[in-house]
Nanobody
Framework: QVQLVESGGGLVQAGGSLRLSCAAS????????IGWFRQAPGKEREFVAA????????YYADSVKGRFTISRDNAKNTVYLQMNSLKPEDTAFYYC????????????????WGQGTQVTVSS
């Protein structure tokens, strides 16, 4: 069973950048697609980006397309989310999850999840 740990969150001004990491333990990591989701207070968890097991296919929410880039390094068991041109509305807790089934943008298709990392963008 793969286990996931997110890192890289923090406080940044609008227009700034952050890079989140999703580090995995377990030899099966490279067989999973990985997704990033975020959840703001009082809101549902929403899809941000996903990457196939090989890294050849990537998917993005319209709200982050052109600003965020997802990538992976299977040799390091890590998936990254490079976030540029950050906006206050990007403020949320960010989670990575291992994709099991269904469309990439459905959170119900992911298990397990990491514990999350907070991203706060000030205006």
């Amino acid at each position: 069973q793969v286990q996931l740990v997110e890192s890289g969150g923090g406080l940044v001004q609008a227009g700034g950048s952050l890079r989140l990491s999703c580090a995995a333990s377990g030899r099966s990591f490279s067989s999973y697609a990985i997704g990033w989701f975020r959840q703001a207070p009082g809101k549902e968890r929403e899809f941000v980006a996903a990457i196939s097991w090989s890294g050849t296919s990537t998917y993005y929410a319209d709200s982050v397309k052109g600003r965020f880039t997802i990538s992976r390094d299977n040799a390091k068991n890590t998936v990254y989310l490079q976030m540029n041109s950050l906006k206050p509305e990007d403020t949320a807790f960010y989670y990575c999850g291992a994709h099991r089934s269904g469309p990439y943008y459905y959170s119900s298709g992911y298990d397990p999840w990491g514990q999350g990392t907070q991203v706060t963008v000030s205006s």
